[in-house]
């Protein structure tokens, strides 16, 4: 038993999760953990902006797999971490977020930057706790780091005032902790698995959906597998992205409102479709009466309140994704041989290959937003890590940009969070300084988080962005020029800033090529260099994304074009 501080105890308690590096703001309500953290081997990285703060843990945990830590002081400290510590949870991302608070005799009392912020973030945590004794502080963080790492991973929020911060205690710091009606089911339940391989063994048309799940539980290789048993077309959602390579035979590709052609037909033309951690969105379902219309669905997931939520389904595997799926595939290699390949199935995945080829634009003097983004993959080595803001950047990451590992293609799902993908990608680097680390923008995302720059140079985190710059809010323009007769209000952003320019003021390099060749050049030179990078790439304002779901249509009425 130690008798320290409770900031001392913190810090030991963080050694104790090896936690490494910690993002954040200093303020009044957390200088004696501050203080604590001075004498510690823990990496402070200084963020322009506490939302800033949270995205950068948020890319860490992303990219590294490990828990993502984040810190800010009370009153507006906190609150600007809200955004970030949503995003993270509805993305099932593990991080954990530290906030200070006024000393306890003025909580309460509308003290100088007091906010209640276990009330602001009960509704966007997995769990959040107020600690109240210096001796607790200890429990807090092994539960915290517990509570976001096991199960459903999420943010979990902790709130230590400022008081509890100087006290002296004794401590004891638990190797274990439990709460009462959490329980983790990692192990599915065997006769679901049985009943799941049973009616996949019967398929004629089997086909998976992986979702964030998958690569969470790090069940890239068993699905591979269980895909090549089945001889299975597989479709990912946005957040599953990289869990199968984009080269793979079977893959077809991203499914939804701006899935492939091929992905949205098979959906609809399945018999059994077997579902592997994902949440079932609307943006992934389209209108839910025709999702996948005439398929059995098997969904496996180890929330259990995510099943049958939006999709009904006939069956479900409660548990960790990786464990069902080694289940499935034991009991199907029992059940029949595996296929030959040589099937109409297979056929007709190639068959959608070739229908569902986007036609060059012709005649325009811009460059198109799919070359810029092939030309980056052509510029990148395979293991690179590409982060992205949220709006036509992102789709058109998502449709042309080719993923071929777990962990290496990130972004905001759920809440789909302007600003996200450049904190995002610092954090990242910050895990993974290995290989090089790029943000595919657009123009006003860019502009939500761009002070980060300043953390990217000043930390030696350096990372590329390479900016689609229509000088829209291009997502929202598309919507109205599709569905509101191009009745554009408050989307044109016009000429500033000068991203060139403010990059150099920030002692990052500023680009802006003419040319698919330059821009592969200029991003070659800055991963040689490395050296934080912001290549502005003029494009079409007028340029949509396809394919398309219209709102409130199934997901075979997708749109090719305007």
């Known amino acids: 038993m130690l008798r320290i501080s409770g900031a ?31 004498d510690s081997d823990i990496r402070f990285i200084l963020a322009r902006h506490e939302q800033g703060a949270a995205h950068m843990a948020d890319g860490y945990a992303r990219a590294s797999g490990r828990v993502g830590v984040c810190l800010a002081t009370s009153g507006p400290g906190a609150t600007n971490l809200v955004t970030g510590i949503a995003t993270a949870n509805i993305d099932s991302s593990p991080v954990v ?63 230590i005032p400022k008081d509890v911060q100087v006290s002296v205690e004794d401590m004891e710091f638990p ?75 079977l893959y077809v590709g991203g499914c939804g409102m701006h899935g492939t052609g091929e992905a949205n037909t098979l959906l609809a033309e399945a018999d059994v479709l077997l ?13 839910v009466k025709d999702f996948s219309p005439n398929a059995k669905v098997i969904h496996v997931d180890i929330d259990r309140s995510e099943i049958d939520k939006n999709v009904e389904t006939v069956t479900r595997v409660v548990g960790d994704a990786r464990l069902a799926l080694v289940g499935i595939l034991d009991r199907l290699r029992r059940i029949r041989l595996e ?6 199935w297979v056929r007709r995945i190639n068959e959608l290959r070739e229908l569902y080829v986007m036609p060059e634009a012709k005649g325009n003097p811009h ?42 293609f990130l972004t905001s799902g759920g809440l789909g969070t302007m600003g996200w993908g450049f904190p995002a990608a610092i954090g990242a680097k910050a895990a993974r300084r290995d290989v090089p680390v790029v943000d595919i923008a657009g123009d006003g995302s860019f502009a939500m988080t761009e002070n980060n720059l300043a953390t990217s140079v ?23 020029r599709l569905f509101y007769g191009r009745r554009y209000f408050g989307v044109e952003l016009g000429k500033a800033p ?34 934080t990078t912001v290549i502005d790439v003029p494009i079409d304002p007028e340029e949509n994304v396809f394919p398309m779901v219209p709102p409130g249509k199934g997901l075979k009425e997708f749109i090719m074009g305007a």
């Not at 999760?17 to 703001?25: M, N, S, Y």
Request: proline share 6%; with cysteine; aromatic share 6%.
């Open 8 to 38: 001392e105890a913190f810090v030991k308690a963080l050694k104790r999760e090896e936690v490494d590096t910690v993002f954040g703001l200093p303020g009044g309500a957390i200088l004696p953990i501050c203080d604590a953290l001075y």
């Open 97 to 159: 977020a530290f906030t200070g608070q006024v000393p306890i005799p003025m909580i309460g009392t509308d003290a100088f930057q007091e906010v209640d912020i276990i009330g602001v973030s009960a509704s966007v945590t997995k769990y959040n706790i107020q600690v109240r004794r210096a001796a607790d502080i200890p429990w807090a963080v092994k539960a915290a780091f517990y509570l976001a790492s096991t199960g459903r991973k999420g943010a979990v929020l902790v709130d």
């Open 175 to 249: 190797e274990k902790v439990s709460f009462r009606g959490y329980r983790v089911q990692e192990e599915p339940d065997p006769r679901e698995l049985d009943w799941a391989s049973v009616l996949l063994s019967r398929a004629k048309r089997p086909m998976i959906l992986a979702g964030g799940g998958v690569i969470s539980s790090n069940a890239s290789r068993e699905l591979v597998a269980l895909a090549e048993a089945l001889m299975a077309p597989v479709a990912t959602t946005l957040m599953g992205k990289g869990a199968v390579p984009k080269d793979h035979p």
């Open 275 to 287: 579902v592997v951690g994902a949440r079932l969105s609307d943006r992934t379902t389209g209108l």
């Open 339 to 344: 296929s030959s390949g040589d099937s109409e």
């Open 367 to 408: 460059m198109r937003a799919p070359e810029v983004i092939k030309a980056l993959r052509r510029s990148l080595p395979r293991d690179a890590i590409v982060t992205t803001e949220v709006g036509q950047c992102q789709m058109w990451a998502s449709l042309y940009f080719d993923s071929y590992a777990p962990r290496t």
């Open 458 to 480: 000043e930390e030696e985190l350096p990372v590329i962005v390479v900016i689609l710059n229509n000088r829209m809010l291009g997502m929202v323009a598309q919507w109205q």
């Open 498 to 531: 000068d991203f060139v320019k403010l990059a150099e003021a920030y002692g990052a390099v500023g680009a802006r090529p003419e040319s698919l060749e330059e821009l592969e050049r200029e991003v070659r030179r800055a991963i040689e260099v490395d050296q």
